[in-house]
């Protein structure tokens, strides 16, 4: 393990006021995203929108320090004949790549999730790292309900996190560990901090058992929200107070950057989340963002497919870039939101 190669990267992950574009969606899901606009999707298609963010200098150069790339993006060229991965290289930031299988149902256990990916990795993190990837990610899923998560969902998930995070490291690309606790539910912001803490607590212990070098990682963490059914939603303050509390008691300091997924949460919301937990501030890591949704949304509905709302999509992402560029110096404020 090179672990001055794999801290640099790490650092150069959450350099000030820079974060994580996530565009790692799988092919069905981008397939829903481009249903909701009308927009057929095929490799054309999919290259031609990725190639539009990638171009996004402004965003880019100032504020995405890396971006996750699904298997195909990885391997794809822009319509010039540049690898994207090259394309995102010049701009000053890193290429990445989601590695996991997917999550399919645990055996046993209904409603919950596992998963899969570990078979073959090692021989698919060496191509990678020849393909430029610099970090991967491995997403772990769970859900809350009545008696979920069980602790046998906890364990297969996060030893499974440990183990792709150490064949990572082996390979010289930085393992972006993310069990994102789902928001979908009636759950109180309460029960969220509870499964967060003991999803983050068996991780660590788990990343430790495996040897895991944590100063060349990256947690990509669900932030503590209330569940999207419950009738009372805490309010940003509570979420930033709550989030970073449950953080304190148990990521280690060595953990070098948190960057946040958005899971569903509003543009705005997502945003504001961030800029207070920054405000707050006296914290031993990084904090910034690794969104797909809350960076995505606005420039895929202003997008349509049509090459002639290229420029203007292309605004709506440096926009959303910019803002929570801001964020993760706890420098933004709504009425930039214009
Ligand atoms: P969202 O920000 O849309 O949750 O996506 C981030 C991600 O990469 C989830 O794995």
């Given at each position: 393990?090179?672990?001055?190669?794999?801290?640099?990267?790490?650092?150069?992950m959450?350099?000030?006021?820079?974060?994580?574009?996530?565009?790692d969606?799988s092919?069905?899901?981008?397939?829903?995203?481009?249903?909701?606009?009308?927009?057929?999707?095929?490799?054309?298609?999919?290259?031609?929108?990725?190639e539009?963010?990638?171009r996004?200098?402004?965003?880019?150069?100032?504020?995405?320090?890396?971006v996750?790339?699904?298997?195909e993006?990885?391997?794809?060229?822009?319509?010039?004949?540049?690898?994207?991965?090259?394309?995102?290289?010049?701009?000053?930031s890193?290429?990445?790549i989601k590695?996991?299988?997917?999550?399919?149902d645990?055996?046993g256990?209904?409603?919950?999730m596992?998963?899969?990916?570990?078979?073959?990795?090692?021989?698919r993190?060496?191509?990678?790292?020849?393909?430029?990837a610099?970090?991967?990610k491995?997403?772990?899923?769970?859900?809350?309900?009545?008696?979920?998560?069980s602790?046998?969902?906890?364990?297969?998930?996060?030893?499974?996190?440990?183990?792709?995070?150490?064949?990572?490291?082996?390979?010289e690309?930085v393992?972006i560990?993310?069990?994102e606790?789902?928001?979908?539910?009636?759950?109180?912001?309460?029960?969220?901090?509870?499964?967060t803490?003991a999803?983050?607590?068996?991780?660590?212990?788990?990343l430790?058992?495996?040897?895991?070098?944590l100063?060349?990682?990256?947690?990509?963490?669900?932030m503590?929200?209330?569940?999207t059914?419950?009738a009372e939603?805490?309010?940003v303050?509570?979420?930033?107070?709550?989030?970073?509390?449950?953080?304190?008691?148990?990521?280690?300091?060595a953990?070098?950057?948190?960057?946040?997924?958005?899971g569903?949460?509003?543009?705005?919301?997502?945003?504001?989340?961030l800029?207070?937990?920054?405000?707050?501030?006296?914290?031993?890591?990084?904090l910034s963002?690794s969104y797909?949704?809350?960076l995505q949304?606005a420039p895929?509905k202003?997008?349509?497919?049509d090459?002639?709302?290229?420029?203007?999509?292309?605004?709506?992402?440096?926009?959303?870039?910019?803002?929570?560029?801001?964020?993760?110096?706890?420098a933004?404020?709504?009425?930039?939101?214009?």
């Amino acid at each position: 393990m090179n672990k001055q190669a794999l801290e640099a990267i790490a650092q150069a992950m959450v350099a000030e006021g820079k974060g994580i574009l996530a565009a790692d969606e799988s092919t069905g899901t981008i397939k829903k995203r481009f249903d909701n606009i009308n927009v057929e999707s095929t490799a054309d298609s999919r290259r031609d929108y990725r190639e539009m963010l990638f171009r996004t200098e402004a965003a880019m150069r100032e504020h995405i320090s890396g971006v996750i790339l699904f298997d195909e993006t990885l391997r794809q060229k822009a319509a010039d004949g540049t690898p994207l991965a090259q394309l995102i290289a010049d701009a000053g930031s890193m290429p990445g790549i989601k590695v996991d299988g997917g999550a399919k149902d645990l055996a046993g256990h209904a409603g919950e999730m596992v998963t899969e990916g570990l078979d073959g990795l090692r021989e698919r993190l060496a191509e990678y790292h020849g393909l430029g990837a610099k970090f991967a990610k491995w997403r772990a899923v769970i859900n809350i309900a009545d008696g979920i998560p069980s602790a046998a969902c906890l364990t297969a998930n996060t030893h499974a996190l440990a183990r792709y995070a150490s064949l990572c490291q082996e390979a010289e690309i930085v393992p972006i560990v993310e069990p994102e606790v789902i928001m979908d539910g009636s759950h109180s912001v309460e029960r969220c901090y509870e499964v967060t803490s003991a999803a983050l607590t068996q991780l660590y212990a788990q990343l430790a058992e495996q040897d895991v070098h944590l100063e060349g990682t990256i947690l990509k963490p669900n932030m503590v929200v209330s569940g999207t059914a419950h009738a009372e939603q805490a309010g940003v303050q509570q979420v930033a107070e709550m989030t970073l509390d449950c953080f304190k008691k148990c990521v280690p300091e060595a953990v070098p950057g948190i960057v946040f997924l958005s899971g569903g949460q509003s543009d705005e919301d997502a945003t504001a989340h961030l800029d207070a937990m920054n405000k707050i501030g006296g914290l031993p890591w990084k904090l910034s963002f690794s969104y797909g949704r809350a960076l995505q949304a606005a420039p895929l509905k202003t997008w349509l497919g049509d090459a002639g709302n290229v420029a203007d999509a292309q605004a709506a992402f440096a926009h959303r870039a910019k803002m929570n560029g801001l964020a993760a110096q706890g420098a933004w404020d709504a009425a930039m939101e214009g």
